[in-house]
C-alpha cells in the first residue's frame, strides 16, 4: 500500500489549496477513503470522507461547507479542495485508507500553513 499526498503549502487566510493523493498496491475502487490532519502538538483529526464510488462523503464540523472531498477511480486519486481556508487549518494533512473509525494506512502527509 503507498499513499503520496502532494498539493500542500502555504497560503493567506481566506485563500484556496488542492490536495491531492495518488494511491497504489490496492485496489483504490474498493476501499473507502479519508483524509486525516495532525497540527504540532496535538492528536489526528478526521477530517473527511468518502466512500467507495464518490457518491456518500462526510466531514468534520471544523471543515464543513468549506472542504470538498472527491476520487477519481480510473486514476486512482483522491482530492481535498480546502477553501476559505484558516489559520487553524494549519496541519499536516494525511490520506488515509478507510473510514473515520477505521482507517490503516496512510501517507507521509503533505504540509498545509494558513498564515498572513
Known amino acids: 500500500v503507498q499513499l503520496v499526498e502532494s498539493g500542500g503549502g502555504m497560503v493567506q487566510p481566506g485563500g484556496s489549496l488542492r490536495l491531492s493523493c495518488a494511491a497504489s498496491g490496492f485496489t483504490f475502487s474498493t476501499y473507502d477513503m479519508s483524509w486525516v490532519r495532525q497540527a504540532p502538538g496535538t492528536g489526528p483529526e478526521w477530517v473527511s470522507g468518502?466512500?467507495?464510488?464518490?457518491?456518500?462523503?462526510s466531514y468534520a464540523d471544523s471543515v464543513k461547507g468549506r472542504f470538498t472531498i472527491s476520487r477519481d477511480n480510473a486514476k486512482n486519486t483522491l482530492y481535498l479542495q480546502m477553501n476559505s481556508l484558516k489559520p487553524e487549518d494549519t496541519a499536516l494533512y494525511y490520506c488515509?485508507?478507510?473510514?473515520?473509525?477505521?482507517?490503516?494506512?496512510w501517507g507521509q502527509g503533505t504540509q498545509v500553513t494558513v498564515s498572513s
Open positions: 468518502i466512500n467507495t464510488g464518490g457518491g456518500r462523503t
Open positions: 488515509a485508507r478507510g473510514s473515520q473509525y477505521e482507517y490503516n494506512y
